[in-house]
């Protein structure tokens, strides 16, 4: 990516912030571009408006990871997001050497820096049907590592080997990560599970307005070519998208991000989003386990649209995959078992961490609203020059899509 297309990508997210704000690096591998990535870090630190607050956050698959390049990271508090799948099976698929890097790599950071490690360090690990048989195994090797926070998540892009036995043996891992982390808190009282920290889940059913953040323009994207876009997962530059995916893609493209439109495109985006049932209709969907009206998970649960849409069979925008619906189902469940086997001590402990983090996302949405509504009265009624929003809301914290997260 050229730097003028960063520091475009960056003015413009700044020029909109209010309090605080994110920058993610996302690839592709960010570290293949070190220079760019220090050089927007600098940029952000000497330009960003005073009183406004910065999260930086980077995914990475760590193989070009150094420890200098971490003491950097951790200086400016990134949360470093390695994607690492665990065991060396559930691992192969990106590379058989990949482990053995990786594995070095984790032991390398953690002696090196274990404050460090233990506060930035955060695994991913990607679940797809044929690794989840070695996903208990794979979550005991990272706490056995030391890792403090592993986010797992099922590949939401469509995936064949899903068959109706994966549900069982899903199941199974799901009860070895809840055991395993079970005995990890007991011994040290930390939970590095993500889906296993929070509180149990809702049992009400309430149909939402998005069924995730990119509406919002909750993370603005931007790709190598300038061009900005609502969610990653839709950027027609990056890949070829299945046709339901296709007819989202023009809903979240927000066109080029120096481009006098760019204002006009995302002060239309929820508009536009609102049209189609992909992202709607929450208790209108199913999967093959059954109806999400029916479901007692329905108020928590938050599969991702994308999953929906990348699925180059399915051209029914109601229509969730049984991988995410199980993987989605299963997680929560473990929740609400983890909540009962800690007496709810964990729980307790989240609710406090999250309820200031909550209050300022509260705050920032409704600055978002207030900021859409006053420019949307501003305008002229057709084609002339809008006045620039405010705020654009605020870029993704967490992943997974959602509003972590998005
Ligand atoms: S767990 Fe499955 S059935 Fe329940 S709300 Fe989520 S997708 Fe729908």
């Known amino acids: 990516m050229s730097w003028r ?48 607050g910065v ?17 950097f ?7 470093i997001r390695i994607s690492f799948d665990g065991v060396p099976a559930a691992q192969s698929h990106r590379g058989e050497w990949t482990y053995r890097v990786l594995d070095g790599l984790l032991e390398r950071l953690r002696d090196h820096d ?13 679940v797809l049907p044929s690794t989840i048989p070695l996903l208990g195994a794979s979550v005991r090797y990272l706490m056995a590592k030391g890792v403090q926070t592993i986010e797992i998540g ?51 059913r309430r149909e939402m307005d998005f069924l995730c953040g990119a509406p919002w323009a909750t993370s603005l994207c931007v790709d190598p070519g300038g061009r900005a ?16 995916a296709l007819e989202a893609s023009r809903a979240l493209d927000l066109g080029a991000i120096a481009d006098i439109s760019f204002q006009r495109r995302l002060a239309g985006l929820p508009e536009r989003v609102a049209r189609l049932r992909l992202f709607t209709n929450g208790l ?12 007692r998970f329905a108020e928590s649960c938050r599969v991702c649209p994308a999953s929906i849409s990348h699925n180059p069979n399915n051209r029914d925008p109601d229509l969730i995959p049984d991988f995410m619906c199980s993987f989605s189902y299963l997680s929560l469940a473990a929740r609400e078992r983890f909540h009962e086997m800690t007496g709810g001590a964990r729980s307790a402990a989240w609710s406090s961490e999250m309820s200031g983090a909550l209050g300022r996302l509260e705050a920032a949405v409704r600055e978002s609203v ?37």
């Not at 609502?230 to 890949?239: D, K």
């Open 229 to 244: 876009w609502a969610c990653p997962v839709f950027m027609t530059s990056l890949a070829q998208l299945p046709p339901l």
């Open 284 to 295: 209108g969907k199913r999967s093959s386990y059954g109806a999400c009206a029916q479901c």
């Open 154 to 204: 099922p590949r939401f892009t469509w995936d064949p080997d899903w068959a109706p036995s994966c549900r069982e043996e899903l199941e199974r891992q799901m009860g070895a990560v809840l055991q395993t982390s079970y005995e990890h808190w007991c011994s040290t009282g930390k939970v590095p599970v993500e889906f296993l920290a929070g509180p149990p889940p809702l049992k009400c």
């Open 55 to 71: 999260e930086y956050s980077l995914t990475t698959n760590g193989t070009l990871l150094t420890p200098a390049l971490f003491g």
């Open 370 to 406: 207030a900021a859409l509504q006053s420019s949307r009265s501003a305008a002229p009624a057709h084609g002339a020059h809008r006045p620039r929003r405010e705020n654009r809301g605020r870029p993704r914290r967490s992943s997974n899509g959602r509003p972590t997260p998005r």
């Open 5 to 52: 297309t960063v520091r475009s990508a960056l003015t413009a997210l700044m020029s909109g912030a209010g309090g605080e704000f994110a920058v993610e690096f996302a690839g592709g591998e960010p570290l293949l571009e070190v220079t760019t990535l220090r050089r927007a870090v600098e940029f952000v630190e000497t330009t960003r408006p005073s009183g406004t």
């Open 73 to 79: 990271l951790c200086s400016h508090e990134f949360t």
């Open 114 to 126: 274990p404050t460090g490690f233990a506060r930035h360090v955060k695994v991913v690990v990607t």
